[in-house]
């Protein structure tokens, strides 16, 4: 998840756990804590562009780092608040649960978490939530702020707002679940009807909301790439087909950022000629205003001959194209409009 809803959750979770020994600390620490495990952003300092995708999420988010982590952490910080009270049993469990929280908020995205390095490189994506999404981060956020300027060590505080605040992010999962398998119910009854034999599919959230969903059906040649909305009235499910030319990479498929490239997609790319260059895109990050483009580009894209031009590999192709009509235009398709 993105930054601001981890500082927001760490803030709550903190004053629940320690809000009564160390006020305003609690809070504090909290949102500290359930960063930790983004340290890794460092990585992109010496890592090129394709190897930083691998290191993003990767051991950083392991419960191997965690378990090793946190009993330091819990050490250090039992001494510099030693008259709190709060013993290092406590601050082994506040650690501990703040960064597990972290890898399991992380792993509902689509991007993957390296749970189990540096034994497998597997990642773990559960679609369900958009890197960003307001629904969910608000409501953390208000409850996060009035703590701050409401506790203080040794007081009794109200941990309702918390506690409501959870409760509403709870049920909005619980919605972007259901959500998540009337989509691909449709999904799949649609390639019955339209003869598409598939090896795999995915669904995934569209840019801040778990209700437009973007949906993707591999084939032996490519794949079939569309949008549906949980509102939408018509059974008809569009897709726009892209085959995947996975024969343009012979060339250079023995280069490391290619094999970086293709471990990271978890093969759900495409690969083709844009200009004097070869693009490599990973589907997996949706496309460019592809709701209301269906052949456009994706939002992911990598450039094979010009290195140099692929920074911000994530979130350049999200940002492309928005504007205020365009936003107005997407919240509208979001809640069930085909035009």
Known sequence: MDSLTHIALGAG????????????KALVLGAVAQSLPDIDFLAGLWCDPAEDLLAHRGFTHSFLCIGLLAPLLSAGASRLYASSGYAYKRWLAFFLLQMLIHLLLDALNVYGTGWWEPFSHERVSGNLLFVADPLFTIPLLGAASWLFFTIAPGKRFSVRPILVAFVFCSLYLLAALMSKRVVEKELLDTCQKKGIAFSRYFTTPAPFTSFLWYCVVADDRGFHVGYRSVFDQSEEFNLSYFLQQDSLL?????RED??????????????????NSLVFSDLRFGQQMGWVR????????YFLEHPGQNDF???????????????????????????
């Open 294 to 301: 269906p052949q456009g580009p994706f939002s992911f894209y």
């Open 313 to 339: 590999l994530i979130q350049r192709g999200r940002i492309a194209g928005w504007s205020r009509s365009n936003f107005i235009d997407y919240a509208r398709r979001v809640f069930g409009s085909q035009r």
């Open 258 to 275: 290619v094999q970086h490239l293709r471990r990271f997609s978890q093969g759900y790319y495409v690969v083709r000629h844009q200009g």
């Open 13 to 24: 979770v903190g004053a629940l756990l320690g809000g009564r020994a160390l006020g305003r």
């Open 250 to 254: 012979d060339l250079v498929h023995d």
